[in-house]
């Protein structure tokens, strides 16, 4: 394990956290960007501008030890090789919770816009913020990955694991946040576990080698997911996406 | 084109104003708001959840779509009221308790009111006991439930059971939905439907509330 760095707000600058249109078409299943309709593309070229007028991305991180870890998910009672995360950690190189949020004001936009039955915009609205979410913990990974370099560890492959995948319950983001107190960067927990503000994404991330990520999905929550995202990650880790 | 038709168009079109404004002027012409509802709003909205279904047109058209429907049923409640015509039916709908995703169920919501049905959304992380008690409250027939996460799927179990326990299995039906939720799933734990995606879920409450 590399020397820990100390837990750290992270400012973005909100260009950062603005994801390519590809990746939001994608995640809605709309066409090609120069195949888009017209008035869908209206809709996208709104959500962008609403979303980077709005969004204030930011985030806490701190490096931490196995054994640190290990006490963030003993509270769950589930053994380590029933979880992915729980698997894959032991094999990392180093490991850093992390809490990132978009902040309050795209959530309250995306009510107000259902609210007042502008559901196209709402929904454009939230898609652009639900992949912009994803991207602040790949840009999370990304400055861990760089920091580890600088320490000496290059070509290290950083994925976020995150509460709610991958058989890691919701409950276990109470530890986290026990651990992390991400309430200076404006999150909080309610009492089912569920972040506020909603597009707030929080887990570990975890750094190593691409073989660190691997694993057999045979658990037994994998035969209910349908995503299989698991396969695109590990063949990004594997120098293969 | 005659006016119930050119009113179905127009919502197919996504067209908020030109539906709100050609219901008004139905209306006014004295057609009955029933007629208005079924055979210009409905028969506009199913043609738009047929081609959803279908893939030949997106998401983002059906909201469009939905938006104008809403604008044409504004016009229609009073006299809907005044007619004494009920909508179809009313379903109890949310996201299971622990679960903060709610597109899929806001969109099943959509469609769902747009196919005529009176939605009381609940939200996301919603308990157990606030389904069964708001579709006691409501007098609901129907409670749709939905789940993003494999870690929050085993919640809808406690609905279902909790239906039971309650002495309304029967009287209440259930409905599951969510991306890692299955066939197999709704069948174990005993909930009376599923569907695979929000066109289905219209097609399934349709068929349970036997409101075809």
Known sequence: MLRPAARHVVRFAKAEALPVTREILEAQGLPEEDALAPRLRTLLDGGIAAYSALVEPRAVCEELSYARFSSVLEPLAIPDEDLVVGHVYPRAQALALFVATLGEAIPARIGRLFGDDALAEAWMLDAVASAGADLLAERLADRFAETLAERGSADLRVLPYSPGYCGWPTEGQRPLFDALRPEEIGVTLNDSCLMSPLKSVSGVLVAGDGETHRFRPDFQFCSECRTRECGRRLAWALGRG | ?212
């Open chain 2, 1 to 212: 084109m005659e006016l119930l038709e050119k009113i179905a168009s127009a919502l197919q079109q996504g067209d908020e104003q030109q539906v709100g404004a050609l219901t008004t002027e139905a209306v006014g012409a004295g057609l009955p708001a029933g007629d208005v509802l079924r055979s210009g709003l409905l028969a506009g909205m199913s043609v738009v959840g047929e081609q959803f279904r279908l893939r030949e047109i997106f998401l983002p058209d059906v909201l469009l779509a939905a938006r104008a429907m809403y604008a044409g049923l504004a016009v229609l409640k009073p006299r809907l009221a005044q007619e004494g015509i009920a909508l179809r039916g009313k379903v109890v709908i949310g996201s299971v308790k622990g679960d903060l995703h709610d597109i899929g169920k806001n969109l099943v919501s959509i469609l769902l009111k747009g196919a005529g049905f009176e939605v009381i959304d609940l939200g996301h992380d919603v308990a157990p006991e606030a389904f069964v008690e708001a579709a006691v409250r409501e007098r609901a027939p129907l409670i749709g439930m939905s789940a993003l996460l494999t870690t929050t799927m085993p919640r809808m179990r406690e609905v279902v059971d909790l239906v039971r326990q309650r002495g309304l299995a029967g009287q209440v039906r259930t409905i599951v939905g969510g991306a890692p939720v299955s066939a197999d799933f709704a069948r174990e734990i005993g909930a009376d439907g599923y569907a695979c995606d929000a066109a289905a879920a219209v097609e399934r409450v349709k068929a349970l509330l036997g409101a075809a």
